[in-house]
């Protein structure tokens, strides 16, 4: 059939919906009929892909289409192109059938596909013979998408692509082009409007900013030899194992010598050994996926499937991975699924209509952050979020995710006021529809990969957030494997701000943390979050002089690592970094030549060390069982002691003064006699301490020992049976 003149001046000024109906090649009463548009030619020769002539096309048209009868069954053609005094070679996308099944259309409608990720985005594949890029974008409301990038000119006119039935998914494969290819949708909403360009949502990779490109990429290459790491985890209930994660934002723990970011490489070769050395378990990144705006620290994220460009390219993420996992050490991601920035090339009314977000902004706007927040209850969302959780363990193989702000996800009414939300069908404040898609992603990730898990940073008293999501299960129950908490970050913060003379009044802060220590699964944060904005570093939040300032960050530490629940300490506190961190410059290494800060790094060294070493102190963590009180009522001397237990394990005393007052003797009431090995001593002269301590220990008589107490400091000892 001849299509009108307007349907060729559609096709022509960029807003046919459906070129594959007009290019390509179609049956016709005399034979295969071809028509293509190559800009630019006055001849254009018509081939098979292995080069056999079939036909040369006519130019109908100035702007370079062209038609006309040709030989052979339909296939993929290519075409001899001549213009201006050049040749080239051209392959025919509208030629080409489809790349996604009827399987794929079915799992997207129902939002139960669980490998999005191979097939949406951009896919370096061979199709029906030739080699080339397979395009496919979400966009249910467009009424029409093109593929554009530095293949085409960035025309938006040129590769409309393909809408498949009801899905909303467009798609288009381009033969011959490879990887490295910068690439955007363009897309014209209901109304037939042109949107902002747009980023893919599933681009493995972009361009570095402020540019916002996505770019092509190949499949991956990396030759995984973590086999047996991931085996480990897989076997072992991470409650009851070490687990001490140093967290770090990738762009400022080290600079290289131009002041730009370190490469994957670079810090597999720098960050890898220290994080050894100092006996971490793990460590966990600030988010690292792609993101137009530094100082957002990766928060605000537009592409959530691409490793940023910051550090190079994607293989050098994968290696990364591969080597901590090879020197013993986890590596955790921070993922980011609580809202979205609202650039022009990202998500942001993706289709011309609010697609992932909600149109209504008393649901889908974050007034913290000036974000958008994605609409949960929509299957395709919820799927497109799941499958990234799942991605990253998949194709990177992270070990965990801890997921950022998870309160704000769960309450509609979160940092807003009356009249600035809307309850849910209840008449209540839960968000149900995030909280089932919290669910879904924890059942997900826990059931497709063994050993990694999940970490939610929620500062609510919200019930369940580590217990299990199964379906017959109450349904505020989300699944996580841990909890950050937040509670005993903040209550013992303060009472270590406070003149040791006024912490007998406050005594509390610290036992009070007792009493839920065991609802979740925690771990202890002592995150960026209370080293930026104002807030200072870790050091200059303790009270009194240098001295006393350093000797309670000892102590503080000391005690942290004795306490129920897993350990994160934000880089650079490890060494008692002065200043407030920066995303802008790297940490002060040069305070590790300082006596004192060098004092805090072997302390907090020491400290994984035997928190690894002594089931006492990490197997049970999550569990009662491995907690008892031995004194928890001094609040006049501002003492507190407990012991840590462990099936099978020698008890380990955890002994804390707080006041810098030593005291000696102090009688501390221990459950066997015998010699009690001092197995940590903040206050020793190796720590920049002043070395006062119990001579390697203590013995206990009659239920109690005799022990000295040095000031500002938290002993360890450990009974030797």
Same mark, same amino acid.
């Given at each position: 059939?001849?299509?009108?003149?307007?349907?060729?001046?559609?096709?022509?000024?960029?807003?046919?919906?459906?070129?594959?109906?007009?290019?390509?090649?179609?049956?016709?009463?005399?034979?295969?009929?071809?028509?293509?548009?190559?800009?630019?030619?006055?001849?254009?020769?018509?081939?098979?892909?292995?080069?056999?002539?079939?036909?040369?096309?006519?130019?109908?048209?100035?702007?370079?289409?062209?038609?006309?009868?040709?030989?052979?069954?339909?296939?993929?053609?290519?075409?001899?192109?001549?213009?201006?005094?050049?040749?080239?070679?051209?392959?025919?996308?509208?030629?080409?059938?489809?790349?996604?099944?009827?399987?794929?259309?079915?799992?997207?409608?129902?939002?139960?596909?669980?490998?999005?990720?191979?097939?949406?985005?951009?896919?370096?594949?061979?199709?029906?013979?030739?080699?080339?890029?397979?395009?496919?974008?979400?966009?249910?409301?467009?009424?029409?998408?093109?593929?554009?990038?530095?293949?085409?000119?960035?025309?938006?006119?040129?590769?409309?692509?393909?809408?498949?039935?009801?899905?909303?998914?467009?798609?288009?494969?381009?033969?011959?082009?490879?990887?490295?290819?910068?690439?955007?949708?363009?897309?014209?909403?209901?109304?037939?409007?042109?949107?902002?360009?747009?980023?893919?949502?599933?681009?493995?990779?972009?361009?570095?900013?402020?540019?916002?490109?996505?770019?092509?990429?190949?499949?991956?290459?990396?030759?995984?030899?973590?086999?047996?790491?991931?085996?480990?985890?897989?076997?072992?209930?991470?409650?009851?194992?070490?687990?001490?994660?140093?967290?770090?934002?990738?762009?400022?723990?080290?600079?290289?010598?131009?002041?730009?970011?370190?490469?994957?490489?670079?810090?597999?070769?720098?960050?890898?050994?220290?994080?050894?050395?100092?006996?971490?378990?793990?460590?966990?990144?600030?988010?690292?996926?792609?993101?137009?705006?530094?100082?957002?620290?990766?928060?605000?994220?537009?592409?959530?499937?691409?490793?940023?460009?910051r550090f190079g390219d994607v293989e050098g993420?994968?290696?990364?991975?591969?080597?901590?996992?090879?020197?013993?050490?986890?590596?955790?991601?921070?993922?980011?699924?609580?809202?979205?920035?609202?650039?022009?090339?990202?998500?942001?009314?993706?289709?011309?209509?609010?697609?992932?977000?909600?149109?209504?902004?008393?649901?889908?706007?974050?007034?913290?952050?000036?974000?958008?927040?994605?609409?949960?209850?929509?299957?395709?969302?919820?799927?497109?979020?799941?499958?990234?959780?799942?991605?990253?363990?998949?194709?990177?193989?992270?070990?965990?995710?801890?997921?950022?702000?998870?309160?704000?996800?769960?309450?509609?009414?979160?940092?807003?006021?009356?009249?600035?939300?809307?309850?849910?069908?209840?008449?209540?404040?839960?968000?149900?529809?995030?909280?089932?898609?919290?669910?879904?992603?924890n059942r997900a990730v826990y059931a497709e990969?063994?050993?990694?898990?999940?970490?939610?940073?929620?500062?609510?008293?919200?019930?369940?957030?580590?217990?299990?999501?199964?379906?017959?299960?109450?349904?505020?129950?989300?699944?996580?494997?841990?909890?950050?908490?937040?509670?005993?970050?903040?209550?013992?913060?303060?009472?270590?701000?406070?003149?040791?003379?006024?912490?007998?009044?406050?005594?509390?802060?610290?036992?009070?943390g007792l009493v839920y220590a065991f609802d979740?699964?925690?771990?202890?944060?002592?995150?960026?979050?209370?080293?930026?904005?104002?807030?200072?570093?870790?050091?200059?939040?303790?009270?009194?002089?240098?001295?006393?300032?350093?000797?309670?960050?000892?102590?503080?530490?000391?005690?942290?690592?004795?306490?129920?629940?897993?350990?994160?300490?934000?880089?650079?506190?490890?060494?008692?970094?002065?200043?407030?961190?920066?995303?802008?410059?790297?940490?002060?290494?040069?305070?590790?030549?300082?006596?004192?800060?060098?004092?805090?790094?072997?302390?907090?060294?020491?400290?994984?060390?035997?928190? =690894? !070493?002594?089931?006492?102190?990490? @197997?049970? %963590?999550?569990? *009662?069982? +491995?907690?008892?009180? /031995?004194?928890?009522?001094? &609040?006049?001397?501002?003492?507190?002691?407990?012991?840590?237990?462990?099936?099978?394990?020698?008890?380990?005393?955890?002994?804390?003064?707080?006041?810098?007052?030593?005291?000696?003797?102090?009688?501390?009431?221990?459950?066997?006699?015998?010699?009690? =090995? !001092?197995?940590?001593?903040?206050? @020793?002269? %190796?720590?920049? *301490?002043? +070395?006062?301590?119990? /001579?390697?220990?203590?013995? &206990?008589?009659?239920?109690?020992?005799?022990?000295?107490?040095?000031?500002?400091?938290?002993?360890?000892?450990?009974?030797?049976?």
């Amino acid at each position: 059939m001849t299509p009108s003149a307007s349907a060729i001046r559609a096709l022509l000024d960029g807003t046919s919906d459906d070129p594959f109906a007009l290019l390509g090649a179609h049956p016709g009463p005399a034979g295969l009929f071809a028509r293509t548009w190559v800009p630019g030619a006055e001849t254009v020769e018509a081939h098979t892909l292995a080069g056999a002539p079939l036909g040369t096309l006519e130019r109908v048209d100035a702007a370079g289409l062209f038609e006309g009868v040709i030989a052979g069954e339909r296939q993929p053609l290519r075409y001899r192109a001549q213009g201006g005094g050049v040749e080239w070679w051209a392959g025919d996308p509208y030629s080409f059938g489809p790349v996604l099944g009827p399987t794929d259309d079915f799992l997207m409608n129902e939002g139960t596909h669980r490998r999005l990720y191979d097939k949406m985005g951009a896919h370096l594949i061979e199709h029906e013979g030739a080699s080339g890029v397979h395009f496919a974008v979400w966009a249910p409301n467009a009424s029409r998408v093109a593929v554009v990038g530095d293949f085409n000119d960035w025309d938006a006119r040129r590769y409309g692509m393909r809408r498949r039935g009801d899905t909303g998914v467009w798609e288009i494969f381009l033969p011959d082009i490879g990887a490295g290819r910068a690439y955007k949708f363009a897309i014209q909403g209901p109304d037939g409007a042109l949107q902002p360009l747009k980023a893919d949502p599933f681009a493995f990779a972009a361009e570095l900013r402020p540019k916002t490109a996505s770019l092509t990429t190949a499949p991956p290459a990396h030759e995984w030899g973590d086999a047996d790491h991931r085996a480990a985890w897989a076997a072992v209930d991470p409650r009851r194992v070490p687990i001490s994660i140093y967290e770090v934002h990738a762009g400022s723990w080290d600079r290289d010598e131009n002041g730009w970011f370190l490469s994957w490489d670079q810090l597999g070769d720098r960050l890898i050994p220290y994080v050894v050395e100092m006996g971490f378990t793990h460590i966990e990144f600030m988010p690292i996926s792609e993101h137009p705006y530094d100082p957002s620290w990766g928060y605000q994220t537009t592409g959530l499937y691409a490793p940023s460009a910051r550090f190079g390219d994607v293989e050098g993420f994968a290696r990364f991975v591969d080597g901590a996992h090879r020197a013993g050490l986890g590596v955790l991601l921070d993922w980011v699924p609580a809202h979205f920035p609202v650039d022009a090339h990202g998500l942001s009314r993706f289709d011309g209509t609010a697609l992932y977000e909600h149109q209504d902004p008393r649901l889908g706007f974050h007034p913290d952050w000036n974000t958008a927040i994605y609409n949960f209850g929509r299957r395709e969302v919820s799927s497109f979020l799941v499958n990234n959780a799942l991605f990253w363990a998949e194709r990177y193989h992270v070990d965990g995710l801890r997921v950022d702000a998870v309160a704000s996800m769960l309450y509609r009414d979160y940092s807003r006021k009356a009249g600035e939300w809307i309850p849910n069908a209840e008449g209540g404040r839960e968000n149900w529809e995030a909280v089932d898609f919290l669910r879904a992603t924890n059942r997900a990730v826990y059931a497709e990969h063994p050993g990694v898990f999940t970490v939610a940073e929620e500062s609510t008293s919200w019930p369940g957030v580590s217990a299990p999501a199964f379906d017959e299960g109450p349904r505020t129950a989300l699944g996580f494997g841990f909890k950050w908490n937040m509670g005993w970050m903040h209550d013992t913060l303060q009472y270590m701000a406070r003149e040791p003379v006024h912490r007998r009044h406050h005594h509390d802060a610290i036992t009070f943390g007792l009493v839920y220590a065991f609802d979740e699964n925690f771990v202890l944060p002592l995150s960026h979050d209370e080293v930026v904005h104002g807030k200072g570093s870790l050091l200059t939040k303790m009270a009194g002089d240098d001295w006393q300032q350093f000797a309670n960050l000892r102590a503080y530490y000391a005690m942290m690592w004795g306490y129920p629940g897993k350990k994160l300490l934000f880089m650079g506190q490890e060494f008692a970094q002065r200043r407030e961190w920066s995303e802008e410059r790297a940490l002060d290494w040069g305070l590790t030549n300082s006596s004192s800060h060098d004092g805090v790094r072997k302390l907090v060294r020491d400290l994984n060390r035997l928190y =690894r !070493e002594k089931p006492a102190l990490h @197997a049970r %963590d999550c569990e *009662g069982e +491995g907690f008892e009180w /031995l004194v928890s009522d001094d &609040a006049d001397h501002s003492v507190f002691v407990w012991l840590r237990k462990a099936p099978g394990a020698a008890p380990i005393a955890v002994i804390v003064n707080m006041t810098p007052v030593a005291r000696m003797p102090y009688r501390v009431p221990l459950p066997h006699d015998g010699r009690w =090995r !001092e197995i940590v001593n903040s206050d @020793a002269q %190796d720590y920049w *301490g002043s +070395g006062l301590g119990n /001579l390697g220990g203590v013995v &206990a008589t009659n239920g109690a020992a005799e022990v000295t107490l040095p000031p500002l400091a938290t002993l360890m000892l450990e009974w030797e049976a």
